[in-house]
């Protein structure tokens, strides 16, 4: 059955901590791994992977992805407020059908 | 306890003609939500329902969209008379209560010929 994992279910931190979100998967004919971010109404598009090993960055987020080991993590440095949210991982198929996670939620405080 | 389903998983039409999406929402939840995926973009947010309500449409566009959530029966997305811009990944996802976490389908992929 294939299926996407993400870990922790929630995290709490302080702002200017470092957070890191894991996404794992199980996806036959895996094409791409898709990370969002959700605040109130559509998730927004974060990066999406298709390669290993290769980092994507975006400003203080950034993004890896282990085809070997099947996840890939998103992390996320000097966290502010409003990086609060709940993050969704996911995993695409060659057939283009969509795995999504159940999502971390992450709150910064100040 | 199923997920969230979605049926059917691919929809093909040809343009004039209606497409009907069903979206069946876990068990307990009330909150139905529609999103659209359109290629090499991010999901868009359409329309929000509560049984038998709509509580925020604000993304759903004006013309030939609807949805519903009735009392009994899965949640419809109907678009009518539908268009070539109108091929996407749809997705619904649903939760228990309001701004709690969304649990998303599968989709359907619309091809309209």
């Known amino acids: 059955e294939d299926k996407v994992v993400q870990s922790p279910l929630s995290l709490v931190v302080h702002e200017g901590d470092t957070v890191t979100l894991n996404c794992s998967y199980e996806?036959?004919?895996?094409?791409?791994l898709l990370w969002y971010k959700q605040e109130k109404k559509a998730p927004t598009f974060l990066f999406m992977l298709t390669s290993s090993g290769i980092e994507k960055k975006s400003g203080r987020l950034s993004s890896i992805l282990d085809k070997k080991e099947l996840f890939s993590i998103l992390n996320i440095t000097a966290t502010q407020t409003g990086d609060s949210a709940v993050y969704l991982c996911a995993v695409t198929n060659t057939g283009n059908q969509f795995y999504f996670g159940t999502g971390t939620s992450l709150t910064v405080i100040p | 306890n199923a997920g969230v389903m979605q049926n059917p998983r691919h929809l093909v039409r040809r343009r004039g003609q209606e497409a009907r999406l069903r979206c069946s929402p876990m068990?307990?939840?009330?909150?139905v939500y529609w999103y659209r995926q359109l290629p090499e973009e991010g999901l868009k947010f359409m329309v929000y329902l509560q049984k038998e309500n709509i509580i925020d449409e604000s993304g759903m566009p004006k013309e030939r969209f609807s949805a519903e959530f009735p009392k009994e029966g899965p949640s419809i997305l109907r678009i009518q008379q539908v268009v070539r811009g109108d091929s996407a990944a749809y997705f619904c996802?649903?939760?228990?209560?309001?701004?709690?976490?969304?649990?998303f389908g599968p989709g359907t992929r619309l091809t309209v010929l």
């Open positions: 996802a649903s939760s228990e209560r309001r701004n709690n976490e969304q649990f």
């Open positions: 068990k307990g939840h009330s909150h």
């Open positions: 996806v036959t004919n895996f094409r791409s």
